[in-house]
């Protein structure tokens, strides 16, 4: 590369700084310097880190005003050319900085971070300063602002003794392991045997080791098959006869994997999928399929067969799972069919571990990535195909800025690499699966389970009932003797607990007083470990009071059901029974997931219980009861989602019954027996929910009839915070069409989080072209405001949460 100019995307999130800086390329550079590396450049009186987005000859700047870049953190770019122009359209599609899109993309380790030290020039005029600096040229700033005020280093800044210097770090580190490579010759290990004294048995033990294993091995492992320590052999090193070496490894996280597993021959209905996909594949075609198959339809293995068809092509391949901690099993297939050609993406690693696997594909050591939403971002050249299990989970989209829909990052991606892309789930979304009516998507549907296994038997229990019956228990009398039976027989469990909207909330008998989070508008949860209230939104928390804090009534209670809860009910109900939680407080530990489902896979338990992270990817073949102890939790959340989202759930539990040779069944409790999504759950009737969901969005004007957008102002002042989005929806009311309907101003489901309050407009359209436009002149209206972080703004196109 010859030019001489870059442009480059500085570290900085702010509007303002919001576009490409142009630097000069030094000479020691030219040559050596790629478009998507990571540079450290000057900006402003600071050294920040910064992304080379394209290099050019002319500047429209003065040339000789330009700065210079001071250094590459990068010899090979980290981004490609493809993900340079996916990054620009990302922050363009997502109204996001271009900068936070760029860090979406890459490993959290490739991130810069700052130090900032006190550099001495010359003998600084003030004495106290002078004698902090004491011979030393740097002073950190944490240990600066300790002793010195500001005040006095912003006057030697002007009299030039000091100056301020901006160090920058990136966290990727490689992980090293320490050698032992013999390099005395075996005349040299004889005279050192002869200076040997009879008692150093050890030593004459680790001389014949050596002379039996030669070649170079881990210290570790040297180690414990001498059953000897450092200082041991460290004679031998001192005697020249070894030498440790450090040798750069790539972390595994998924060491020690057991033997791999070959295609199975395809039922028919799997192998009709098949062949559509990889017919799109060789023709390089970027269409969408749609995969509607049951659960343990199969759909896993049409994946597999279908990457398969990709490596053989000399093609990559990326697979998105939704949060993959919480669907192992899943990983273990794909890692035991493609071994080492596997990368594993996803937030349960460690930074190191994840910067490897990246690396992995960086480097074309792997040719697929099995991952969490950010996979989508795999710096693959030559994709094949892009496959989205459980298309319909809400962790696809992300939350943050930049608000993206992995489903449309693939369909980008596509186009670009002409290959297909399959969306795979049991509950499409109605936006799929509507798409897919239409003709958008390729439908392939797969309705039958694999082996003739019929779909489990779904039974509803009314709990009101219950209660009239004189049970004030947590089960149902048919779930209790259908658990009872399942520990007789030998087969297992699996109990499903909600606990999104059903949390353990603490409330006064007498007076009826919740206790709240003093800075967001929710009730604290009961923790049972250390026994405190804790806000799921801030992390405050606080002791559970011994007393009502409103009427000194000493009946405060905590109500609702936790997962500890119901494990303490079941350890009741059935002694003999072995039960494994699986929950965020049992399974924080690395690995932890894993280890559970394995002891369960093992038959080490009877019952499985657990909240959300059960609902998908299990697949065990003595299973043949489900009980889901409150299926109305989500039903009762303030989201035009609910229905849809309980549905889902339903089908996807009930869907871990009975998948092998054992009939399964499924015990649904709920307050709530004759809601349709329960109902259409029970029957496994996927086509009449879509059918009456869509009749209901249809009326009151949601997705797929209409695209929403959600704009949710905060301020710490709740009148301020209303006004602004009057203010937003008067605008958004005059500059769009009359077609386009403008709700709000309203308080957002939870009105208030970390002490700012919210307010939320809600814009719902079918064609409104100049929709953006009209949201960015409004948030550069208050860019001001807002770079001064008084006000917030969040503008999410296609929100997946209302709250
Ligand atoms: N062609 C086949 N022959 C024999 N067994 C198969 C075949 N295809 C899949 N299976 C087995 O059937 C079971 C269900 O398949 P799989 O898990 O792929 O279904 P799925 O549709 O992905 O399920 P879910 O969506 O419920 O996770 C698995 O145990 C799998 O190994
Ligand atoms: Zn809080
Ligand atoms: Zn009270």
Redesign the pocket.
């Known amino acids: 590369m010859t030019e001489k100019i870059a442009r480059v995307v500085v570290d900085v999130p702010a509007s303002n700084i919001d576009r490409f800086f142009d630097y000069l390329i030094p000479d020691h550079l030219l040559g050596a310097l790629e478009v998507g590396m990571r540079v450290i450049v000057p900006f402003g009186n600071r050294t920040i880190m910064g992304y080379v987005l394209h290099t050019v000859n002319e500047t429209t700047l003065d040339e000789s005003r330009l700065k210079a870049i001071k250094a590459t953190l990068d010899v090979q770019p980290v981004l490609t050319k493809e993900l340079i122009d996916l990054g620009q359209w990302l922050a363009e599609s997502t109204m996001s900085f271009f900068i936070s899109s760029f860090q979406a993309m890459l490993p959290q380790a490739l991130k810069a971070t700052y130090d900032k030290s006190l550099h001495r020039l010359e003998e600084p005029k003030n004495q106290q300063l002078a004698d902090l600096f004491d011979g030393r040229d740097y002073i950190a700033f944490d240990e600066l602002s300790e002793h010195i005020p500001l005040r006095v280093i912003n006057e030697e800044i002007k009299e030039k003794t000091v100056e301020w210097d901006y160090h920058v770090t990136t966290n990727e580190s490689y992980k090293f392991v320490q050698m032992v490579e013999v390099v005395g010759t075996e005349a040299e290990f004889d005279a050192y045997l002869a200076e040997l004294t009879k008692q150093s048995k050890k030593q004459f033990e680790l001389v014949q080791y050596f002379l039996d294993h030669p070649a170079t091995q881990p210290l570790k492992q040297v180690l414990s098959e001498n059953q000897t320590t450092r200082n041991t052999l460290n004679k031998l090193k001192d005697h020249q006869l070894i030498r440790l070496v450090k040798q750069q490894v790539n972390r595994d996280p998924y060491q020690g994997q057991t033997e791999k597993t070959i295609p199975?021959?395809?039922?028919p209905q799997?192998q009709a999928a098949l062949d559509a996909i990889v017919s799109k594949m060789d023709q390089n075609l970027p269409d969408t399929f749609l995969l509607h198959?049951?659960?343990?339809?199969?759909?896993?293995?049409?994946?597999l067969q279908a990457i398969d068809h990709a490596i053989k092509q000399g093609k990559e391949a990326i697979v998105l799972v939704p949060e993959i901690s919480l669907t192992p099993m899943?990983v273990e297939?794909f890692k035991r069919r493609f071994g080492d050609a596997v990368a594993v993406l996803h937030s349960a690693l460690s930074k190191g571990e994840r910067f490897d696997e990246w690396r992995k594909i960086q480097k074309k050591q792997v040719s697929v990535a099995v991952g969490a939403r950010s996979a989508i971002f795999a710096p693959f050249e030559n994709l094949g195909m892009i496959i989205i299990?459980?298309e319909h989970e809400s962790t696809y989209k992300q939350e943050d800025h930049p608000r993206y829909h992995v489903r449309d990052v693939a369909k980008k991606r596509a186009i670009y690499h002409a290959c297909p892309v399959v969306l795979?789930?049991?509950t499409p979304t109605l936006e799929t699966y509507a798409r897919a009516k239409k003709g958008v998507y390729h439908l392939i549907e797969?309705p039958e389970?694999?082996?003739q296994s019929v779909m489990p038997k779904v039974t509803i229990q009314d709990m009101r009932e219950e209660l009239h019956q004189g049970n004030r228990t947590m089960f149902s009398r048919q779930l209790k003797e259908a658990i009872q039976q399942r520990i007789d027989k030998q087969e297992q469990v699996v109990l499903f607990l909600n606990r999104r909207g059903y949390s353990t909330f603490v409330m006064c008998r007498d007076c009826g007083h919740t206790v709240e989070c003093p800075d967001c508008d929710i009730s604290l949860t009961y923790h049972q470990r250390d026994h405190r209230l804790k806000c799921h939104y801030c992390n405050y928390s606080e002791p559970m009071p011994k007393v009502c804090p409103n009427c000194e009534s000493e009946s405060i209670r905590f109500f609702g059901t936790g997962t500890e809860k119901v494990e303490e009910a079941l350890n009741e109900t059935f002694p003999e029974a072995r039960i494994i939680r699986m929950d965020v407080d049992t399974t924080r530990k690395k690995g932890a997931h894993e280890r559970l489902l394995k002891q369960f896979g093992k038959k080490q338990a009877d019952i499985l219980l657990g909240t959300q992270m059960i609902a998908?990817?299990?697949?065990f073949?003595d299973v043949t009861l489900v009980g889901v102890l409150a299926a109305d939790g989500l039903l009762n959340l303030p989201d035009f989602r609910a229905a849809e989202k309980t549905f889902q759930l339903l089908t996807?539990v009930s869907?871990?019954a009975g998948?092998?040779e054992l009939t399964g069944e499924v015990i649904i409790q709920t307050y709530t027996p004759e809601h349709y999504s329960v109902l259409f759950a029970k029957e496994y009737d996927y086509h009449g929910f879509f059918k009456q969901e869509m009749t209901l969005r249809k009326a009151y004007q949601y997705p797929p009839y209409y695209f929403l957008t959600l704009i949710t102002v905060t301020h710490e002042n709740r009148l301020k915070a209303e006004e602004v989005t009057r203010v937003i929806q008067k605008l958004l009311n005059k500059h769009l069409t009359e077609q386009a309907i403008i709700l709000g101003p309203t308080p957002s489901p939870i009105e208030r989080i970390k002490g700012r309050y919210r307010f939320q407009c809600m814009v719902k359209y079918k064609d409104e072209p100049d929709l953006m436009t009209v949201l960015r002149k409004i948030l550069k209206h208050y860019e001001a405001e807002s770079n001064k972080n008084q006000l917030m703004i969040h503008i999410d196109l296609n929100p997946q949460q209302l709250m």
């Open positions: 199975l021959t395809l039922a799997q198959g049951v659960t343990g339809s199969g759909k896993t293995e049409v994946y899943m297939r299990d459980e795979g789930t049991a797969m389970r694999i082996n998908k990817g299990l697949d073949p996807q869907g871990r998948r092998h």
